[in-house]
Structures are given as structure tokens and as C-alpha cells.
């Protein structure tokens, strides 16, 4: 089992940045693709980033692409999102998710339990 918490949310204006963390217990990481992905209100759950267990491959959804960073530390069992140029429609809550990786939720077998993100305009 592998538990995951999230950390680093918050309220910024537009234009700011926040960093996000997802600190893991229970099992390593480093056998992990570690996702990130936000839900909107009203809104399905949808793909953000996605880092592979060595953090040699990274992808990014195309609306986050160029303004938000995913990186790990394997060492440490942390994954963190780095968001810069926030924008309103980024307002979500985000979790980190671990598994096999992919970009739908299928793909991640477990979950944190989120962190609200709130941009205002």
C-alpha cells in the first residue's frame, strides 16, 4: 500500500505561482509513474502531468504545458508540481496519483486526498 499526501495549496492572485508537494509513505516511489490531475467543479477529474520512475520522461496536458513543472525525488518519496502563470480556470482541487501512469485516472492505482488550488482573476 502506498499512502499519499498532498501539500502546498492555496489562493493566489492570477499570474502568481504555488508549488505543490505529494509526500508518500507505505511503499517507495521509485517503482511508480507518478501523476498529477485536477478536478474542477462540475468537471471530471482530468490528466495535469505525469513523471516516470527514473523522471526521465515528462508529460504535460497541453493546457498546463509550458507553465507547470512535475519533478521527483526519489530519495526523498516526494513528488511536486511547480505552477507558474496561474490562471482562473486552473482553480481545482489536485491530486497526486501512483501506478503505472498514463494519462487517465485508470492508469493510477492509488491516490492522495487532494489539495484545493483557488486563482483569482
Known amino acids: 500500500q502506498v499512502q499519499l499526501v498532498e501539500s502546498g495549496g492555496g489562493l493566489v492572485q492570477a499570474g502568481g505561482s504555488l508549488g505543490l508537494s505529494c509526500a508518500a509513505s507505505g511503499r517507495t516511489l521509485s517503482s511508480f509513474v507518478m501523476g498529477w490531475f485536477r478536478q474542477a467543479p462540475g468537471k471530471e477529474r482530468e490528466f495535469v502531468a505525469a513523471?516516470?520512475?527514473?523522471?526521465?520522461?515528462?508529460a504535460y496536458a497541453d493546457s498546463v504545458k509550458g507553465r507547470f513543472s512535475i519533478s521527483r525525488d526519489n530519495a526523498k518519496n516526494t513528488v511536486y508540481l511547480r505552477m507558474n502563470s496561474l490562471k482562473p480556470e486552473d482553480t481545482a482541487v489536485y491530486y497526486c496519483a501512483a501506478g503505472v501512469g498514463g494519462h487517465y485516472a485508470r492508469g493510477y492505482a492509488y491516490w492522495g486526498q487532494g489539495t484545493q488550488v483557488t486563482v483569482s482573476s
Open positions: 513523471v516516470s520512475e527514473n523522471g526521465g520522461n515528462i
